[in-house]
């Protein structure tokens, strides 16, 4: 089985910056596809970015802004957000889907604000 764990959740001013750190209990080496989706109230959970064969993609709302990568050392996802927005306010989710398993994995969830 695996755990994910989101951290770097918070409160930001637009135009800042924020850092999300998704934690996996087993090496992501084992992973074929790694991700962050957000979901805002009343909104379908939409695929933020991700990386397949080492190949990071982005949505179209995130590009130039975030950057997806991983540090296989500490078995860590993360993502870098910088300028934000109002509309990137959402709870992110880390998700993962290893080499192993039919299934992907989701983490809890950590809640991004962006307000002034």
């Known amino acids: 089985q695996v755990q994910l764990v989101e951290s770097g959740g918070g409160l930001v001013q637009p135009g800042g910056s924020l850092r999300l750190s998704c934690a996996a209990s087993?090496?992501?080496?084992?992973?074929?596809?790694v991700g962050w989706y957000r979901q805002a109230p009343g909104e379908q959970r939409e695929l933020v970015a991700g990386?397949?064969?080492?190949?990071?993609n982005y949505a179209d709302s995130v590009k130039g802004r975030f950057t997806i990568s991983r540090d296989n050392t500490k078995n860590t996802i993360y993502l870098q957000m910088n300028s934000l927005k109002p509309e990137d306010t959402a709870v992110y989710y880390c998700?993962?889907?290893?080499?192993?398993?039919?299934?992907?994995?989701w983490g809890q969830g950590t809640q991004v604000t962006v307000s002034s």
């Open positions: 998700n993962a889907c290893p080499y192993s398993a039919y299934r992907c994995y």
């Open positions: 087993s090496s992501i080496f084992s992973f074929y596809a």
């Open positions: 990386i397949t064969h080492s190949s990071p």
